[in-house]
């Protein structure tokens, strides 16, 4: 079974500190996803990653796949309280379908 | 606004209790999901529907059945509810598999 774990699982800090999220697996996955969901909705896509050792940027939040495309990590520079909610990490298992992580719950103080 | 609608919103059964949830999309995409959300687990895949006209299970199936009634709508049905399916229920959508998918609100279902 393949599994996808996130660290960590609570965070709570103040605006304009940093942090970084971490997504791992013994797994390789053809590609992998960051979502970011808000309280009574579903998730929403931030980014793919596909190419090992790839990094993208989305404003103050930097996103890089690993070079064995096995993990991920989402780092956010200055966070800000709309920052707050549960970043989920989903990597791609097969032809069809996703595997998704067990959620990182980021809460950012005013 | 164009996107993925599910109904109900909440709903509250008792155990052994029949039901269908209900997904539509506009987006005119291939591949649809349905998902559970517990926590402390993240979304696990119940079923899926890679294009019209194909289902096939996912990682917890068992208790459910769906079906892809044509290319707008993937609907999920308990046929004997069951306490442990207390759950979030979320319906994605993508244009075809293992492409970026877009969720639903979800349907939030409590079963006494």
């Known amino acids: 079974t393949q599994l996808l774990e996130q660290s960590p699982q609570f965070l709570s800090i103040q605006e304009g500190e940093n942090l970084t999220v971490y997504c791992n697996s013994s797994s390789v996955f053809s590609s992998l996803q960051w979502y970011r969901q808000e309280p009574g909705e579903g998730p929403v896509l931030l980014v793919t990653v596909v190419t090992g050792g790839e990094v993208k940027k989305l404003k103050r939040l930097t996103f890089q796949f690993g070079d064995a495309r096995k993990d991920s990590s989402l780092h956010i520079t200055a966070a800000q309280p709309g920052d707050t909610g549960l970043y989920l990490c989903a990597g791609a298992s097969g032809t069809y379908k996703y595997i998704f992580g067990t959620g990182t719950r980021l809460k950012v103080l005013a | 606004n164009a996107g993925v609608t599910q109904t109900p919103k909440f709903q509250v059964l008792k155990t052994g209790q029949s039901m269908t949830l209900q997904c539509a999309q506009d987006m005119n995409h291939n591949s649809m999901y349905w998902y559970r959300q517990d926590p402390g687990m993240g979304l696990r895949l119940i079923y899926y529907?890679?294009?019209?006209?194909?289902?096939d299970k996912g990682e917890v199936p068992n208790g459910y059945n769906v079906s892809r009634l044509n290319k707008r709508e993937f609907s999920l049905r308990l046929e004997s509810a069951a306490p442990s399916q207390t759950s979030v229920y979320f319906c994605a959508t993508a244009p075809y598999s293992n492409q970026p998918q877009h969720f639903g609100d979800g349907t939030r279902l409590s079963i006494l």
């Open positions: 529907s890679a294009s019209e006209g194909t289902t």
